[in-house]
């Protein structure tokens, strides 16, 4: 078959085995899954699928009426609101230290912050749970020279999320480093010789020079920040599982166990869509705001 | 003037130093605390270098944990991934990079926003799919929703984009079909990419947790994520024998990542220059 002049069978054979990977095994499920968080699906129905049935939004009505959705969404805010910004903000100081002129062995400080970034988050997550450890901690021991107590990290709920934000920055910083080293390259140095004949001084040059032409950058980094720290799971998953007192319990993670612990397949799945959901509206802000630029 | 800027400087390496060492120091424990004698890890205080450094954790490791066989676990699935994506993605980026076919924009447009859908919305139907068709715990299971990935197929129709058509018309002129081209020509010229992405995808793969912990049900199948957070709940006392897991975990990708380091950071640039 030709369309114009060009051979289209050709085209449909080579996106045959792709597309009929991606509908079959994601926009299926997508949809299926949209299906099953209006029914009742449960173990029962694991066997017998006839045995799910229809119940329209009472598995969304019932997890706005559980108190214990209402602390995982929260907790989920607390990580995204408080992690992502200190992420954003540590890389954006690190890529700007990378970029200044006066250092140097500037390959090795972008690999040593990068190492992080590769590793496998479980191993990772696993080597923090002793770090935090009270007695024995490298933490504890370290804050002891400054006259401060043992704390129980992991163990106390007051503390608990906040040690998990910090593996995580730790973790994750690297990434958007390495992004916003090049979109600092990018600012032609022509524009701070300028704001330096002006008498700029180094925060006037950073608040009129880099941050302007840093948007753009900046934007795409918020964005996508947001929405990976939405999603985290092995962290809470590894290193407390959710506590202490539901102290660290994250939408994937109450995702996971009404799914897969409890088989509340239904219910799982009406939570996904809820994640779904934030995303969704976090990008859709982003797509407006970026228009709103664009104008 | 001149005295100010020295200042500067000299308290930026303090601060740039003290962040590397930071930012290292997580590493040099585990490692350090994985050739530690059974207890040497809790001590107070902590110690940061053995007195008598031993192997006898990855021995134990090694002949008492099946270590082997998560390894090679971990191996084949994110070997397999990665081969068959990169099959799959490429086909398809090229189709669209430089075919025009009836529907094209559309179902183009229609992958796109379905890039903004999280994973996890798939996982519980899929699980029952997979179930059904008897994968779930087979390598099957996590090789199949990795066949392809949308991002993959857009990174690849974009680099495939910047090729000449002028190049394509000359091979068909010369009498080559279709999928000549696509192998000699094409998948030659787009090498840069499919290593980037090979590498991205290979990475993510063996880093996988979720799906991995949800679709691999018995010990034996387990990936090495999955069997460390498992070693976790059993022996979580044990801190040197953990050290050394985490260690055989890491290493593999730290290796792949610092041979390939350039394609890696070349990748995360492609990753964020948007249309």
Not at chain 2, 1 to 11: L, V
Not at chain 2, 129 to 144: A, D, E, K, P, S
Not at chain 2, 206 to 214: E, H
Request: proline share 5%.
């Amino acid at each position: 078959m030709k369309f114009r002049g060009q051979n289209i069978n050709a085209a449909y054979l080579f996106l045959t085995p792709a597309m009929t990977a991606i509908f079959i095994f994601f926009f299926l499920p997508v949809l299926a899954a949209l299906v099953m968080s209006v029914t009742d699906f449960d173990i029962y129905s694991l066997g017998d699928i006839s045995r799910a049935r229809f119940v329209g939004f009472s598995n969304y009505i019932d997890l706005f009426k559980n108190p214990l959705f209402w602390k995982a969404l929260g907790n989920t805010c607390y990580f995204v609101l408080v992690g992502a910004p200190l992420s954003i903000l540590i890389s954006m100081l690190a890529a700007m230290a990378l970029n200044s002129k006066m250092l140097r062995f500037k390959p090795f400080f972008r690999l040593t912050f990068f190492l992080p970034v590769v590793t496998t988050l479980v191993a990772v997550a696993v080597i923090w749970r002793y770090i935090y450890q009270t007695r024995f901690g490298l933490l504890n021991y370290l804050l002891s020279f400054v006259g401060i107590n043992p704390v129980d990290w992991l163990g106390n709920p007051r503390w608990a999320m906040l040690a998990l934000i910090v593996m995580a920055v730790w973790k994750g910083f690297g990434y958007n480093m390495i992004i916003f080293v090049a979109g600092l390259q990018n600012i032609p140095e022509t524009l701070y010789e300028a704001a330096r004949l002006d008498g700029a001084n180094g925060w006037q040059e950073f608040r009129n020079v880099t941050l302007p032409l840093l948007a753009q950058t900046t934007g795409f980094i918020t964005i996508t920040t947001l929405i990976g720290y939405c999603q985290f799971f092995a962290e809470p998953y590894v290193m407390t599982d959710g506590g202490p007192l539901n102290s660290t319990l994250s939408i994937v993670l109450m995702m996971y166990k009404e799914g897969f612990k409890f088989w509340r397949m239904g219910y799982s799945a009406a939570i996904a869509f809820i994640l779904f959901g934030i995303i969704l509206i976090i990008t859709l802000i982003q797509l407006r705001i970026q228009k709103h630029h664009e104008i | 003037m001149k005295f100010k800027k020295s200042y500067q400087k000299y308290g930026l390496y303090l601060l740039m130093f003290l962040a590397a060492i930071l930012t290292l120091a997580p590493f040099v424990w585990m490692l350090s605390a994985s050739i530690m004698p059974e207890g040497g890890a809790n001590q107070f205080p902590p110690r940061l270098f053995p007195k008598t450094p031993t192997w006898e954790h990855y021995q134990r490791l090694f002949s008492q944990m099946n270590i082997v066989r998560y390894f090679v676990n971990s191996v084949v699935v994110a070997v397999s991934v990665t081969l068959i994506s990169l099959l799959f993605n490429s086909m398809a980026g090229y189709a669209f990079a430089k075919y025009r076919f009836p529907g094209k924009n559309k179902l183009f447009k229609l992958l796109l926003s379905a890039m903004v859908i999280p994973a996890q919305v798939t996982m519980l139907p899929l699980f029952l799919m997979l179930n059904r068709m008897g994968l779930v715990n087979t390598y099957w299971g996590i090789i199949i929703p990795g066949m392809a990935s949308i991002y993959g197929i857009f990174l690849i129709r974009q680099y495939i984009m910047s090729i000449p058509d002028s190049l394509i018309e000359a091979a068909r002129i010369d009498g080559a079909t279709d999928f000549y081209i696509y192998l000699r020509l094409i998948l030659p010229l787009a090498k840069p990419i499919l290593v980037t992405l090979a590498l991205f995808t290979f990475m993510g793969s063996w880093n996988d947790f979720l799906w991995p912990l949800i679709v691999m049900t018995g010990d034996s199948m387990y990936t090495l994520p999955v069997a460390l957070a498992n070693l976790m709940g059993e022996h979580a006392q044990d801190t040197e024998l953990m050290m050394a897991g985490a260690v055989i975990t890491i290493l593999p990708v730290l290796i792949v990542f610092l041979a390939m380091q350039k394609y890696y950071i070349h990748g995360i640039m492609l990753g964020s220059v948007k249309e």
